[in-house]
C-alpha cells in the first residue's frame, strides 16, 4: 500500500534500516482470514480464507493505494466462490460475482482504490469473499462468508470529516453465515480481532509479551471459544469465557525465526453448530542466546566392582614439612618424614656406624 509523501532522505533510512535489519513485517506483509460453519467436532470442508498483502493497519495514504487479494476454497471444498467485494465504509468500490469471481479463485488478485475521491480522516477498506453451499440437502445454496478490514487515515487535502471513531492497531476475520437450516434462525456473525497488533508485527519479538484477543457476534449465537495459536498448535485458549482478554505470549517457547500466529474463535448456535473465524499474521521471534551451563568436569572412571572409583584427595599435613641435615655416609637426600619413627631410624643407624669406626680403630691384640 502507498502510504503519504515523505522526503526522499527518510525513505532512504527506512530502506537501509529494512534491509540490514531481521525480517520486517511492516507495510506490506502478509494477513490470512477465515471463516467455516458446521459441526465443531467434525469441521465440516466449507472453509472460506482470503490473504491480504500490502496492507499496514493504521496507515496515512493518499493517491492511489495498491494491495493484493486472494481468496480461496481449501480442498476438498463442497463450497464455490460466489462474489469478492471491496469495499470502503461499507460501500462497495470493486466486485465480481458468479463466473467471474471464481475465474480468480486461489489467484491473487491486485485491487487499487483511489483515495482522493473521499474525504480526508479515518476510514475502513475491507475486502470481502463468498462462498455458496453447493451440497444437495437442507444447506444448499447457502453463504459463508469472510471479510477482513483495516482502518485507514486518507489525507488527500480534500475536506476533513471525523466519521470514524477509530481504535487503532485492529486486524480481524469477520465471519458471516446464513440462516441456520435446522432453526431457522439468522446467525449474521462472529467478529474475531487482534487488538494490540502494532508491537507484534512491527518488531521481532522475545521474552513474554501481551497479547489482546475479542471475540464478539451479533445474532443468536453464544461466545464458545478464544484461542491463542501459533503455527496451529493451541498456546492459550479459554472455552465459554468472557469475550477479551489479555495473556501472556511466551516467545521463549518458540525457536528464533518466522512464525505464524492464529487467533481464532467460535461462536455456537442454538443448533449445537459453529460458526467459527480466524485471523493470522507474521511474526519474528528473536530471543537471547541462553548461557551454557556450568561444565561439570570429566566423570569419574567406574571401579572393578561396577560403582565409582573416587580417589580422596590427599590429607593436608599436621606441621609444615621439615628438612633435616644429610647424615655422613648417607646418600645425601633430605629427610621425607618428620615422624618420630623415622627419627629413631636414623638415630639408631648413627650409633651404628659410629660404632663400626671404633671396631676399626681398636688394635688387634
Known amino acids: 500500500m502507498h502510504i503519504s509523501n515523505r522526503p526522499f532522505a527518510a525513505h532512504l533510512v527506512a530502506l537501509v534500516l529494512v534491509s540490514t535489519a531481521l525480517p520486517a513485517l511492516a507495510a506490506g506483509y502478509t494477513q490470512k482470514a477465515g471463516s467455516w460453519w458446521g459441526d465443531p467436532a467434525v469441521p465440516a470442508p466449507n472453509h472460506v480464507e482470503m490473504t491480504i498483502e500490502g496492507v499496514q493497519p493504521d496507515a496515512t495514504v493518499n493517491g492511489t493505494i495498491s494491495f493484493t487479494l486472494t481468496c480461496n476454497l481449501p480442498q476438498p471444498s463442497t463450497l464455490k466462490l460466489d462474489t469478492i467485494v471491496i469495499q470502503v465504509d461499507g460501500n462497495n468500490v470493486q466486485a465480481y460475482y ?3 469471481a471464481r475465474a480468480i479463485l486461489g489467484l491473487p488478485r491486485t485491487f487499487n482504490v483511489d483515495t482522493t475521491k473521499f474525504s480526508d480522516g479515518w476510514h475502513e477498506l475491507r475486502a470481502r469473499c463468498y462462498g455458496m453451499e453447493t451440497t444437495v440437502g437442507p444447506e444448499l445454496g447457502k453463504q ?10 486518507f489525507k488527500n487535502g480534500n475536506a476533513f470529516i471525523d466519521n470514524r471513531s477509530v ?3 485492529i486486524v480481524d476475520a469477520h465471519s458471516w453465515y446464513d440462516t441456520d437450516a435446522a432453526t431457522g434462525d439468522a446467525i449474521d456473525y462472529v ?5 494490540n497488533v502494532h508491537p507484534l508485527i512491527q518488531a521481532p519479538l522475545k521474552g513474554v509479551v501481551p497479547f489482546t484477543g475479542l471475540v464478539t457476534n451479533a445474532g443468536p449465537t453464544t461466545i464458545a471459544h478464544w ?3 501459533v503455527d496451529d498448535v493451541a498456546i492459550s485458549e ?4 468472557q469475550q477479551l482478554r489479555t495473556v501472556d505470549f511466551d516467545t521463549r517457547m518458540l525457536s528464533n525465526g518466522p512464525h505464524t500466529l492464529q487467533f481464532h474463535g467460535h461462536g455456537l448456535a442454538k443448533s449445537g453448530k459453529q460458526l467459527a473465524g480466524q485471523v493470522e ?10 548461557p551454557s551451563p556450568p561444565d561439570a568436569g570429566t566423570p569419574p572412571a567406574p571401579s572393578p566392582d561396577g560403582g565409582v572409583s573416587v580417589t580422596p584427595p590427599p590429607a593436608p599435613p599436621t606441621n609444615p614439612p621439615v628438612q633435616t641435615s644429610s647424615l655422613s655416609g648417607s646418600t645425601g637426600c633430605s629427610s621425607r618424614g618428620t615422624d618420630p619413627l ?5 638415630l639408631v643407624a648413627a650409633v651404628a656406624f659410629t660404632a663400626r669406626n671404633r671396631q676399626r680403630r681398636t688394635p688387634r691384640s
Open 227 to 229: 484461542a491463542l495459536k
Open 238 to 241: 479459554f472455552h465459554d469465557a
Open 144 to 153: 459463508t462468508q469472510v471479510t477482513n478490514g483495516h482502518q485507514l487515515y
Open 281 to 290: 499474521i507474521p511474526i519474528v521471534v528473536q530471543n537471547d542466546p541462553q
Open 98 to 100: 458468479g463466473s467471474n
Open 191 to 195: 467478529y474475531v480481532q487482534i487488538v
Open 342 to 346: 623415622g627419627a629413631l631410624t636414623a
Open 167 to 169: 481504535t487503532p492497531g
